[in-house]
């Protein structure tokens, strides 16, 4: 017992050595596959507080599903909705459906698909496909996300990607590839009939409003009846990217064989989100309208026009107007109808 008991000690020895070696060898250990995402959360939250925001996430649902696939067939790895269609809350799923792969996601490559999610639910941010000269994304809510690399732990890169997260305007100073040459077609967007969804206020009753085959938008008084309200044709534009400094206008050629009382007009509004402590809204960033000089009277193709600087990466919408005036009588044709970009 005497000889076998230093051999039994020794192999001991050896086992915890061996062991001991192991432990300090491994490399860092593999990431949970479904880690709680109250984590991500919670450095979205603290991102944002380094930026000047106090933000509240507590109402926002952030849950795994095993998938996320829509009626249409579409499915998607992660999802952020402003308002769920069933709760109406901000949520942010994210799936567990094998193809997406989100246990084998490195802890950094989680954390980027996360804030594109809740970039969603929260900012309101919604996707843009832009890139910079360099042919890099130029923010995080790109639509490609799952397949791009942003940035590699703390970096310049990673801050200006978070930066452009909660503000949109830090893109403005940056050379960004133009999504159209607008040198050679200057046009944002020019009416066409039964393209886009417009929407036509008849002033209770007192007016009607169709879109012509040529191309153009009616507005016409109804017989009998004079309005105390102001009817409108309009329509939402989603904008990205219209360079900082170009000259944006609202531009319509108005014909009528006669039109009584002060007239017809074109305006247009500007919308960015507000971060808010709960979340972001959007808001009226500015307006600009002819409403206050209307053309009257016998008009044979006159043009309309109101010019503006104020579109910035942070104007995420237009809302062009073509409008009669309370009080009018008669009809007019907007013709050629277009928001155009000078740069």
């Given amino acids: 017992m005497n000889r076998t008991y230093p051999k039994i000690l020794l192999l001991t020895f050896i086992s915890i050595f061996s062991f001991s070696c192991d432990e300090k060898d491994d490399p860092t250990p593999t990431p949970s596959p479904y880690p709680d995402l109250s984590t991500f959360t919670e450095r979205f939250l603290a991102e944002a507080k380094a930026r000047g925001l106090n933000l509240n996430a507590s109402a926002v649902d952030v849950a795994y599903v095993d998938e996320i696939k829509f009626a249409d067939g579409s499915i998607y790895c992660g999802y952020g909705w402003t308002a769920h269609p069933d709760t109406g809350k901000r949520t942010v799923y994210i799936s567990k459906s094998s193809p997406c792969a989100w246990s084998t996601l490195s802890d950094l490559k989680r954390e980027q698909f996360f804030f594109h999610e809740i970039g969603h639910a929260f900012l309101n941010r919604t996707h843009d496909n832009a890139a910079l000269c360099d042919g890099s994304p130029i923010t995080l809510m790109n639509s490609q996300v799952h397949a791009l690399d942003y940035y590699d732990g703390e970096s310049e890169k990673k801050k200006y990607y978070l930066d452009e997260l909660f503000d949109r305007s830090v893109g403005d100073d940056k050379c960004i590839e133009s999504a159209q040459n607008w040198s050679a077609n200057p046009t944002f967007v020019k009416h066409q009939t039964g393209v886009g969804s417009w929407i036509f206020y008849d002033a209770k009753g007192t007016m009607t409003g169709s879109r012509s085959p040529a191309d153009a938008l009616v507005i016409a008084s109804v017989t009998g009846k004079t309005s105390t309200e102001t009817g409108y044709w309009r329509t939402e534009l989603e904008v990205q990217n219209i360079p900082v400094g170009a000259t944006v206008t609202l531009r319509t050629k108005v014909s009528s064989a006669g039109l009584t009382g002060p007239g017809v007009a074109v305006g247009l509004r500007g919308y960015e989100f507000q971060i808010q402590n709960t979340g972001a809204v959007i808001t009226e960033s500015f307006v600009s ?24 990466r942070k104007t995420v919408r237009l809302i062009p107007f073509a409008v009669m005036m309370p009080g009018t009588q008669g009809e007019a044709i907007f013709e050629d109808f277009e928001i155009i970009v000078e740069v």
């Fill in 289 to 312: 309208s002819t409403e206050a000089n209307p053309v009257s009277g016998v008009l044979e193709q006159q043009t309309i026009e109101i010019s503006f600087l104020n579109v910035t």
